[in-house]
């Protein structure tokens, strides 16, 4: 049977006063940057191309072997589909949108994030992002010298 897999990262933007998040208009709905898995890519490659790909955002993958994040669905063909995420911090925060595939693409507030995600599993992994992210003390410690 065909399956479908697709990769993406949730990048955020720690800065000392509040989080953002970047998200997508992929033209019918907003999510997070993500595509499909090429030749014998890992799923990491593959988030890490797509997000460059949709966004010009280069990025790093963080605590991939701590949390990742599945979505498993019945698209439009009957075919079904996995959608892998994965926290990413972006190394630069310029957007360079790829007018092919997507219409917009901003950082945002995580709290403003949920009023503009089209998904309610994609406010879902938000959510897991962000109490995972919390847990972790060095992200505390950074955000204290963040200007």
Known sequence: MKKEKSCGLILFDLQKDKTLVLVIDQKTHWGFPKGHVENNETEEQTAIREVWEETGIDAIPFATDQIRLVSNYIIYDNTPKEVV???????????????????????????????????????????????????LKPFDVWKKYLK
């Open 85 to 135: 995420y994965f926290i990413g911090i972006p190394t630069h925060k310029n957007i360079t949108k790829q007018e092919e595939e997507i219409n917009d693409a901003k950082w945002v507030k995580t709290t403003e994030a949920y009023n503009i995600l089209s998904y309610n599993e994609d406010k879902e992994h938000l959510t897991q992002c962000l109490k995972f992210l919390n847990k």
